[in-house]
C-alpha cells in the first residue's frame, strides 16, 4: 500500500514538473522563430462602428535583404443598426511599401454581422512598411466610407 502512494505521488511531482517546464520551452521556440512579432490596433473607423486589430511577425532572409510579413487579425462589426436603418458592415483593408518605397493595396476584408467578427490573415513578401485603415462599407456596396486613419502596424525601422 505504501509503495502504491509513493509511486503515485512521484508521477504526480513529474506530472506538474513537466507541465510548468513545457509552456516554458513552448514561448521559447515561438519568441526565436520570428524577428519581429508586435500587436496592432485598435484601429477604427470614423465614429467607431467599425474595430480592427491583430498581430504582425515578420520573418527576414539570412542575409536581411528579404521579408515575409504575415498579418493575423479581427474585424468587428460594431454598426447595431439594420441595413434599412442605415447600418453598414465592417471593412478594413492594408497598404504596403516595398523597398523603394512604393505603396500599393495588399489585403483587403468585409465583414457584415453584428455584435460579432471575423478573423483574417495575410501574407506579404518584400515589405518596408505596413498600414491599415478601418472603415464602413453596405452590404451591397465596393466603396468604403466612414473610414478612420492610417494606422501604422508595421515598417522595417521599427525593429
Known sequence: MLKKIATGA???AATTALAL??????????????????????????????????????????????????????LYDLDNRSYNEGGK?????FEASDFDHDWSPVYWKKYCGFPGYKKFH?????????RAKVCQIGVH?????????WQ???TAESE
Open 141 to 149: 456596396s465596393s466603396y468604403p466610407k466612414k473610414c478612420g486613419p
Open 89 to 93: 458592415c465592417a471593412f478594413v483593408k
Open 122 to 130: 495575410f501574407q506579404e513578401h518584400d515589405v518596408y512598411s505596413l
Open 21 to 74: 517546464a513545457l509552456p516554458t520551452a513552448a514561448s521559447a521556440s515561438t519568441s526565436d522563430y520570428d524577428d519581429y512579432s508586435e500587436y496592432w490596433g485598435s484601429a477604427y473607423a470614423k465614429h467607431g462602428l467599425a474595430k480592427a486589430h491583430g498581430k504582425v511577425t515578420v520573418n527576414w532572409d539570412h542575409d536581411g535583404e528579404s521579408n515575409e510579413v504575415h498579418v493575423y487579425g479581427r
Open 152 to 154: 501604422y502596424i508595421y
Open 10 to 12: 512521484l508521477a504526480v
